[in-house]
């Protein structure tokens, strides 16, 4: 008997055939570093999701860098470069985040009770 859990896709076992995660199409601005240094450099966060992002910066970090990313209503989030190519490059958070708290939080007109107020 089947438990369901086979329906479950963990990202580390997602094939390339596997639905993807729900995804954002946002623009956001926040910074980016290489874990451990102080050094941070302005950030452009393209999409994301609960796993991880795509983001733009003038230094990109390399794939396998592990780095630690400062967004609004989400703070420090620390994660590994999984891919980039020009100023573009994706990376996966240490663990899942809720995303929408990045684009919800602290934003003109939206009050904590997520209803939007008039201007």
Request: with cysteine; proline share 8%.
């Amino acid at each position: 008997m089947s438990n369901g859990s086979h329906s479950e896709h963990r990202l580390d076992e997602a094939g390339p055939l596997a639905p993807r995660e729900k995804r954002y199409a946002v623009f956001l601005r926040g910074v980016i570093g290489r874990a451990g240094s102080r050094n941070r450099m302005p950030l452009i966060v393209r999409n994301i999701s609960s796993h991880g992002l795509r983001g733009e910066c003038a230094y990109p970090p390399a794939t396998a860098d592990e780095v630690e990313i400062e967004l609004p209503g989400l703070g420090a989030v620390c994660g590994h470069v999984r891919w980039d190519g020009g100023d573009a490059f994706g990376v996966e958070f240490d663990g899942p985040i809720d995303p929408t708290l990045a684009f919800t939080r602290n934003r003109p007109g939206i009050r904590r009770s997520g209803m939007v107020s008039a201007h």
